[in-house]
């Protein structure tokens, strides 16, 4: 059940994700800035990295980090399946994962559109990792508590 729900999320990650990111390429010029409210704007740049740009221009070290940390996430799932709400930061960081993943078979690049001050752009994928990652902490966090007060 909890490799289901996770594959959900994932899933729905990957194609709100992807018609987002079709819809700022066929609509946003590359490098043109629209102002949504201030401290808000969609951008529409090309990451060739990881993360903030990290690994910039790599593309086999890019790959393989991504393969192993999806990997180990999975497996982190499918071994301890009943755990407390693991399927969700699972299905969050897999769908994004593989979201710009795809971006980055098809395009050669992955497109980021959001664009806080002081910033760097990021996109629906990278929103995911993110708060994927912090719920993951809590929820192992959460767990360890929990297994001592027993």
Do not use: C
Request: aromatic share 8%.
């Amino acid at each position: 059940m909890a490799i289901a729900r996770a594959g959900a999320v994932g899933s729905t990650v990957v194609a709100v994700d992807q018609v987002v990111k079709h819809t700022v390429a066929t609509s946003i010029n590359p490098g043109q800035v629209i102002h949504i409210v201030p401290g808000l704007q969609f951008v529409h740049v090309r990451n060739t990295g990881v993360a903030f740009g990290f690994l910039s221009g790599s593309g086999a070290p890019v790959y393989i980090v991504t393969a192993v940390a999806l990997i180990a996430l999975i497996g982190f799932l499918v071994a301890r399946p009943d755990k407390w709400l693991l399927w969700l930061p699972t299905g969050m960081l897999v769908g994004g994962a593989i979201s710009n993943l795809i971006d980055r078979i098809t395009r050669g690049s992955v497109i980021d559109f959001i664009k806080l001050p002081h910033w760097p752009a990021f996109n629906i994928a990278d929103m995911n990792i993110t708060f994927g990652v912090i719920i993951l902490v809590v929820v192992i966090e959460l767990g360890a508590r929990r297994a001592s007060r027993s």
